[in-house]
């Protein structure tokens, strides 16, 4: 373990604001704000971590399964094609009534600093889930089956890549269900896969196991590295942040609470040291202070 990761007590939260149900992909934004996507209706909030006050910043059809900046102040987002939660509401216990559901064409879009959206790919994409940008400015996205919304479930999950010059690339496929995805500090691609986490090879889609079975019963979601390769993993049924050391061995949980159900990470704060949590369920931010090693920088999208 590399030397300064070491936590002296359990790791807490503190709710940020319990007002983001079906929250996902966190963004810490230069000017000290959280930005964070919803499921569903498809938008993007912009939250002032100190006092919990929020604003809707970009509103999209379907569903906002992630998010990214662009240099210009804009975000790259995932979008789905949105997902009908009402079937589920009482299960994560949500009004169903408050839950709005307006499904659109599944695709990687890019949002403006005015709240502008443009497609930028959505030809052949099914369910857009999570993306990252890595070092040369191309995205990379997981495409799991369709899991709700407008179209037949089932099929394999795809994994993809975009770029200005090369647009939209198909790098693997025949993925049970590929989810979160991050570069590790080394430049390594990982994704969860069904219940583990796997590295892919963006050049050839060659795959390795990490972790083929996560501890627990819930399969990954999201996920972020430190700056030494520790893994912070969203882990949803399990109601909880898991936190694998580089090679692969939980090192850390930071329990949410029965009835939470977290979808994603990101690091925050002036110093990268503050976890943001987002949830399905009961719909808070939550912010874990004081992590031991700063969280890994994220490349911006370089908008032409």
């Known amino acids: 373990m590399p030397i300064g990761w070491c936590m002296l007590a359990p790791m807490k939260y503190e709710v940020v604001t319990a007002e983001a149900p079906l929250g996902e992909g966190p963004v ?34 379907g569903g906002c399964n992630s998010a990214q900046l662009t240099t210009d102040g804009g975000f790259i987002i995932a979008n789905n094609g949105g997902i009908d ?15 709005a559901y307006q499904p659109g064409p599944p695709g990687l879009q890019r949002v403006f600093p ?36 407008t179209q037949t479930k089932g099929g394999e999950g795809r994994f993809w890549s975009y770029s200005i010059d090369a ?63 520790h893994l912070y993993c969203a882990c949803p049924m399990d109601h909880c942040i898991r936190v694998f050391d580089p090679s692969g061995k939980q090192v850390e949980q930071v329990d949410l609470g029965e009835g939470a159900y977290p979808t994603n990470v ?17 719909g808070r931010v939550c912010a874990i202070e004081g992590v031991p090693t700063p969280g890994l920088e994220l490349n911006l999208w370089p908008t032409p």
């Open 114 to 149: 005015d709240g502008d959206v443009i497609t930028l790919a959505h030809e052949g994409l099914q369910a857009p889930n999570d993306l990252i940008v890595a070092a040369d400015g191309t995205i990379y996205f997981t495409d799991p089956p369709p899991h709700g919304g």
């Open 167 to 229: 647009g939209l690339r198909e790098i693997a496929s025949g993925f049970d269900f590929d989810n979160g995805v991050a570069l590790s500090p080394e430049g390594r691609l990982l994704i969860v896969e069904a219940r583990g986490l796997m590295w892919i090879d963006p050049e050839t889609g060659e795959q390795e196991w990490w972790i083929e079975q996560l501890p627990g019963e819930s399969p990954g979601d999201g996920f972020a590295f430190d700056i030494d390769g």
């Open 266 to 282: 990101c690091f925050g704060g002036a110093d990268r040291r503050t976890l943001f949590t987002t949830e399905l369920a009961p």
């Open 85 to 99: 939660f009402t079937g589920f509401a009482t299960a994560l216990g949500l009004d169903a009534a408050k839950i």
């Open 28 to 61: 810490w934004c230069p000017d000290g704000t959280l930005v964070i996507s919803h499921l569903s209706p498809g938008t993007l909030r912009r939250i002032e971590p100190e006092s919990g006050r929020s604003e809707i910043v970009a509103s999209v059809l």
